[in-house]
């Protein structure tokens, strides 16, 4: 698993987004890319506002303490660029080897069951 750290471009230390990227590989060699993120959000509020602000969040009422923001910083858009191509390649290259192993089975289920297989334009 390969982890990416990105900083706001503010700079704050709870501004930042983990990207852990994996690939889990299946029958054949395919391999399924997956990233997975978090986000950190920790406003180290005193133990009775955090109280309050729970209480706040299990009735449905707006908290701002939930939510932040993040903004790219540009020097790592290349970084989160090439994150992205390589878990694009690898999902392509995924689909492309599941769909070879599909017709492969279904080639052999049709054959083992004494059937002819005809193409889409018969």
């Not at 391999?31 to 109280?51: A, G, N, Q």
């Not at 707006?62 to 690898?90: A, N, Q, V, Y």
């Amino acid at each position: 698993m390969k982890t990416e750290y990105f900083d706001c471009c503010c700079s704050a230390p709870d501004h930042t987004l983990r990207f852990m990227y994996d690939t889990t590989e299946f029958n054949e060699g395919a391999e399924l890319p997956t990233i997975y993120t978090e986000v950190m959000m920790s406003h180290y509020l005193p133990w009775h506002k955090r109280i309050w602000v729970a209480i706040k969040y299990l009735f449905g009422m707006d908290t701002p303490d939930h939510f932040g923001c993040w903004e790219l910083d540009s020097k790592d858009t290349d970084r989160m660029i090439d994150m992205l191509t390589k878990f694009k390649e690898t999902e392509n290259k995924y689909m492309e080897q599941k769909e070879s192993y599909m017709n492969k089975a279904s080639e052999e289920l049709y054959s083992f069951a004494g059937y002819e297989q005809h193409s889409k334009d018969d």
